[in-house]
């Protein structure tokens, strides 16, 4: 205890005086493991983690080393919370102290983050006082500089648009309303793209190779797909595109398997369109491809266009760590179209390259392909064709007339691809099948984060998100 | 929760208080204790030699003074004696009460005096609130003693106007109580009709909580004196009994600005209401009780807090405040000393509202004494992060016939 200022003596009162003094007392706190883990982990992974007691379930926000109605010693269950949450209750400090954190006015709130149980108090900056309100959604901001106390979470701020996930886009344009009679070229005389059809963003949940150590966030299970489906049409998707897997991550032709993964997903959100693999993964023999298709009949299923290269290669080195052959005879491309045709599932033409799309013309000589036909045009598998510019007008322009077309591009090539498709009329697809990143490269909390970028897109060319119903109008799908 | 019989009785038999104020400059600790001391004594008829044992207690680092139970040892007269000195935040008042009844009862000891002081004006109080932060989560974050999310939860519940008018409407009664407590700190003399100019007029401090709705800070001491059923009966005309007490602790300092529906904390307020009332047989605790001292640091949680203490529902509440019926002379008067927004020497304010429900008790509470004659009474305290302490007061001691 140290002593300041100095001494002296006052005379207050008629005959009283008050002695006045100033102590500054210095203090160590010591942190704990628990609550040393909660405050380093802020400040060298800015990541919020709490403790969850598995007797009761709750998680406790700050971390608590026992749980505070049961006693279980919770001091090694951490789990991860999200760094947005929800305001719970707020106070406006509207007196000035040297005390306090800010000047005042400033507002403190208790909020409590996505995956926790208790409510933390902290900061709400970045709007005005009479702007808060109970239930509003926030997110952390953390400290340039760590001082290693709770303000390296610097404060919390209204959730950025961008990460406001839980609610499809307002339609706050006319239903689009299909003109049968008319065609793409119709449309796009002069040449002028045909921007009149609002955007069918599709999700590629898990492809065939994208596996939990490259990104926790893609679903292998049933309801972990289900539950990302969901996310991705609160996000704004009409439409998920799907490669069932096992538990353990590995792509599979079960029919049980599969169909339990397509109901699961349409239990959760009927209103959406589930777009089956018939690729289904490595090795599968031509009939384990399409019988699981007619066994289960979704209402859209990729159709695969000509046999190719589809290898892992090193895209710095070039050097081949698998290599593999993707079988897509003219005769498997046949039988695959009329399968899905008389079986009324509406074949989603992938096309790879420019062959394949002349492959397809071919066969559609037989004329067993419903009007309209629709196309993915698909960019940076090892094997097929890197995402250019002048290639994809080209391939826009060699489509048959009626035809839509969607894109899909690998990695880096998806942000751009979709871009590109949004500018000339056409659909988007994204989702971790493609690529696991974000636009800035970070990893992406999961496929529904892409397809808000791609909702962005879509609202800053006009066109506005198509919901379910109108995809089916536009590609021709009908709804089972 | 498992609660044991009483051993024996316990009466309180003699009571005693400073005036209240802002500023005691004219006496130091210790001297201002006595003043209490001597008061308590005088009421009982009773000398400092008849006391075995004193319980002492303010709330730590307010005055900052270490070990404040030995400084006051001239005002207490507790030198040769056995003393226990006990601080748990803002309850530390009727926690003296608590261990004094449970000191007695158990036969440890005959005749126990309970102190609680404070001078606010000697210590920084903001400073010792903010110790109470912990500092990992909340000390840089603290707004001192103040919190405004009660004004926000009112609001919300009964719609701007009617909450900023019952809210408003407590606080004038508790000053019209308090011009006729003669110890009260504060009392402007509002009436009814300057409701809406103080809503509009008076500072906003945090939220929507106003500079006239929040409690004082007060300089003050109270002593009380608890006899064994025996002693009491031979020393006392009118000794009040405590029939029993409850006290209810919560983790933590994050919930202080209110609550989540589905958070796993309960209130304590009605927490400990519920449990006292229901091992005690009290069904309608309204109809139960005569009158009702109440620890209300501001006017909101008073309105809010009396909802819970009285097991009411919606705007019961509500409405027993806008018809005054917990005026001095209505159905459930609420702080005819004035409460704590009149007075509130920290350390010494919850045992005052059990002091004054006891002087309520007795019909000794002189002007502010409610007309109707009091056989039970209610006393509550308030501390920490919303920690509660009920006790309940009796005329008879015919309950345990029941
Ligand atoms: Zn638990």
Known sequence: MSEEGQMSTKNTDKDSFAVQGKLALPYTYFAGRVGSKFLTTIRDQKKIMGTKCPTCGKVYLPPRQVCQKDFTDIRNNWVDVGSSGTVVNFTVVRYEDRHLARKPPYVIAMIKLDGADTPMAHILDGLKPEDVKKGMRVEAVFAEKTTTTILDIDHFKPEAERAKTGWRPKAARKPYVPEPESGIEDKRRGGKPDMSKPVIICAALAGAATMKNQTPAVPY??????????????????????????????????????????????????????????????????????????????????????????????????????????????????????????????????????????????IAKQGFFTNPMNFNFVWGVAGGQAFRVETFVALMNALPAKANFTTCGVGLDQFPAIMQSGILGG?????????????????????????EVAVHAAECLGRGVATPDEARAIMGIHKR | MAHGKKNRNVGIIGIGQTRHSSHREDVNQPEMIHEAIAAALKDAGLTMKDVDCIVHGNMELFEMIHQPDLWHTLGTGAGGKDTFRLTTGGTVGITLACA????????????????????????????????????????????????????????????????????????????????????????????????????????????????????????????????????????????????????????EVFNIFGYDDKYPAAQTQRFAAENLYTRNGITKPLEYFDVFEMYDPASWWGVDWFRDFMLLKGDEAVKLVEDHEIMIGGKMPVNPSGGVIASNPIGATALLRMAEAALQVRGDAGAHQIPKPVKHALASGFGGTMWTVLMMLEKELNWQEA
């Open chain 2, 100 to 251: 004094s009844d449970n000191l007695v009862a158990s036969g440890m000891y005959d005749i126990v005096m309970a102190i609680g002081f404070e001078k606010l004006q000697e210590g920084h109080t903001t400073g010792g609130i903010t110790n109470m932060a912990d500092p990992l989560w909340f000390r840089n974050l603290q707004t001192g003693a103040l919190t405004g999310s009660k004004a926000y939860d009112l609001i919300y519940e009964f719609g701007e106007e009617r909450a900023k008018k019952v809210s408003m409407t407590y606080r004038i009664i508790m000053d019209k109580h308090a011009g006729l407590n003669p110890n009260a700190h504060r009392s402007f003399g509002l009436d009814f009709a300057q409701a809406d100019d103080l809503i509009k007029n008076s500072p906003k401090l945090v939220g929507d909580l106003k500079l006239i709705e929040m409690c004082s800070q007060s300089d003050g001491a109270c002593a009380v004196i608890f006899a064994c059923e025996k002693r009491a009966k031979e020393l006392s005309k009118k000794p009040v009994w405590v029939r029993d007490h409850i006290t209810v602790h919560r983790e």
């Open chain 1, 221 to 362: 299970t049933p309801s972990e797909f289900a539950e990302d489906a969901y996310k991705c049409w609160k996000a704004g998707a009409a439409m998920v595109h799907v490669h069932a897997r096992e538990d353990n991550g590995m792509p599979t032709h079960d029919h049980e398997r599969i169909r339990t993964t397509h109901d699961a997903i349409k239990q959760r959100c009927p209103e959406l369109i589930v777009n089956l693999s018939s690729a289904v993964g490595m090795g599968k023999t031509a009939e384990q491809r399409i019988s699981q298709i007619v066994a289960v009949k979704p209402e859209m299923a990729s159709l695969n266009t000509n046999t190719m290269n589809f290898s892992l290669l090193d895209r710095k080195s070039g050097k081949i760590f698998i290599d593999f052959v993707f079988e897509n005879t003219f005769t498997m491309l046949q039988d695959f179209g009329k399968a899905m045709e008389e079986n009324g599932v509406k074949p989603e033409i992938e096309v790879y390259d420019m062959g394949g799309l002349d492959n397809t013309m071919l």
């Open chain 1, 427 to 451: 659909h988007m697809r994204v989702g971790l099948e493609d690529n696991i990143r974000m636009p800035d490269g970070e990893l992406a909390k999961g496929s529904w984060e892409q397809v």
